[in-house]
């Protein structure tokens, strides 16, 4: 057996010139790697000759090291004992922070989605919460998802004996307790170290389906592994230019059981979240920013991570996919009755009405209004009616509340998605944040179920709501914050002082 290797023998490789780094305990040659690493060379040279771990974990899939370096560049286990620890200074700002942790209040205070957000963005690092929370451009259309609700009101009913009411329904045929499902979010160790399994975990315990994401923090296999049997998971697909790679990532989903592929279609090019690259998740200084591959490192951890997305995928490209998968195939991201129709026509199971919770195309409008849109027009032109069994329809983005659901699944929605709240709920509170965000939808439901007279989800009809001003922006089209910051206030004639 060879010895192990020491901290003292790695802590001479700490150049550009010779790279090593460790990472859960084993130790990587990375020299020659340094100028490919999509998220530039000197986040790396930060922690040359060190244990890397730490800054590597939240942002890699588990193994993404060994995938992309040759067998040859790993060096084997370091003997731990001998590591020093990197010190992480803890800076006057994080004790603040770690004290706000401390002052969580219990979750029994914990009223609705909202407040998980409120306890987030005070407990979260910085970092994180910039990354979780930001959105494109003016983030017009982020809070655009959320105020698109509020132009549809209810129509209930009275008098049918709500004294039960059951919302359990079917997604592509797979049973779950509530028209709602955990949708994609990347890079869950940033707010937790259990990422994504917090999710998993929390999906099993309610009987909701989780959609297992192409950049999770925690290995898609570790996922699958932390579900119980008969647990239904989906897969969001994001197509990388090589072909082989995808094709490898959607016949493993498949033979792991997944149920559905949501193929990512609004991100050709990941948009511009200025929150997130205020941050710089690099420490690249301004002149190393544009890297020899092209990607500028300047734009967030999201921007570097993303760079093997195809720009190139076409409705050309759906025929391979059914040629290599069985799974239902959706396609997240739509935004027109046009490309809702094309892909009814291409056979496929349903669409994700989707901006991407507004971090895409600023000025895109909401899921919910496309929906209104989608469900007119292809019942004109097709004959479908909504909710569908072979066509069904999802929405995403904005959603806080069991109303908005409701008013979605009214509108002719199979489910909605929902993703920031659970993010902000185990980013505070881990597992039992999650548990308690599904608890208080699941109380929402009964209550507004009750409320509007429906007994199930089948009775929840267009007829009880009023979508008429959805696709009125003047209503309540969001304020530009940073205009408005910057704009000068005009002033009146004043008195001359005295
Ligand atoms: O919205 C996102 O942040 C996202 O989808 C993404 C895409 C690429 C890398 C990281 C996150």
Redesign the pocket.
């Known amino acids: 057996m060879t010895p192990l290797l020491t901290g003292q023998e790695v802590a001479k490789h700490n150049t550009r010139e010779s790279c090593w780094i460790i990472i859960h305990g084993d130790v990587y040659d990375v020299t020659e790697f340094l100028d490919d690493h999509p998220g530039g060379s000197k986040i790396i040279l930060k922690y040359a000759g060190k244990d890397a771990t730490a800054e590597y974990e939240p942002i890699h899939p588990p193994d993404a090291i060994t995938t992309n370096l040759p067998n040859e560049k790993h060096l084997g286990p370091v003997d731990q004992s001998t590591v020093r620890k990197v010190k992480v200074e803890v800076t006057g700002e994080e004790k603040a922070r770690l004290k706000r942790v401390e002052a969580r209040p219990p979750l029994s205070e914990i009223l609705n989605l909202h407040d998980f957000e409120a306890i987030a963005r005070q407990v979260m690092p910085e970092k994180a919460w910039a990354y979780y929370s930001s959105a494109a451009d003016d983030e017009i259309t982020n809070r655009e998802n959320h105020a698109a609700y509020h132009r549809i009101w209810f129509r209930p009913r009275v008098l049918r004996d709500v004294t039960t009411v059951d919302f359990s329904t079917y997604i592509l045929g797979h049973p779950t307790t509530m028209p709602i499902y955990i949708t994609a979010t990347?890079?869950g160790k940033l707010g937790h170290p259990d990422g994504e399994l917090n999710l998993t975990k929390a999906a099993a315990k309610h009987g909701v389906i989780q959609m297992i994401p192409t950049?999770a923090s925690c290995a898609f296999d570790e996922i699958v592994d932390a579900s119980r049997p008969g647990q239904v998971q989906f897969y969001q697909l994001y197509v990388n230019k090589d072909r082989n790679i995808t094709k490898r990532l959607v016949q493993h989903a498949e033979a792991r059981g997944i149920k559905g592929l949501f193929i990512t279609v609004d991100?050709p090019q990941?948009g511009r979240r200025e929150k997130d690259m205020r941050m710089k998740f690099t420490d690249d200084e301004p002149d190393a920013q544009k890297g020899d591959a092209g990607v500028d490192r300047s734009q967030g951890a999201?921007r570097a991570?993303?760079s093997f997305i195809d720009p190139g995928l076409s409705w050309k490209d759906l025929d391979w996919f059914k040629s290599i998968t069985k799974m239902p195939l959706i396609l997240k991201g739509v935004q027109c009755w046009e490309d809702a129709l094309e892909a009814y026509d291409r056979g496929l199971a349903g669409v994700v009405l989707s901006n991407?919770?507004g971090?895409q195309l600023d000025f895109a409008r909401s899921g919910i209004e496309v929906l209104v849109e989608v469900t007119r027009e292809l019942k004109a032109k097709r004959g479908l009616s909504f909710p569908n069994e072979q066509f069904q329809l999802f929405v995403d983005g904005g959603v806080r509340r069991a109303t908005d659901v409701i008013k979605a699944i009214a509108l002719g929605a199979t489910a909605v998605g929902i993703g920031r709240p659970f993010l902000y709920a185990f980013s505070s509170y881990g597992y039992e944040g999650v548990d308690h965000a599904l608890n208080i939808l699941h109380d929402e439901f009964t209550m507004n179920m009750r409320l509007i007279g429906a007994r199930n989800v089948k009775e929840i009809v267009p007829e009880m709501v009023d979508a008429s001003n959805i696709g009125c922006h003047i209503a309540s089209v969001p304020g530009d914050e940073l205009y408005n910051s910057n704009y000068v206030d005009m002033q009146n004639a004043r008195l001359r002082e005295t």
């Open positions: 990347a890079l950049l991100a990941l999201a991570i993303s991407h919770g971090r």
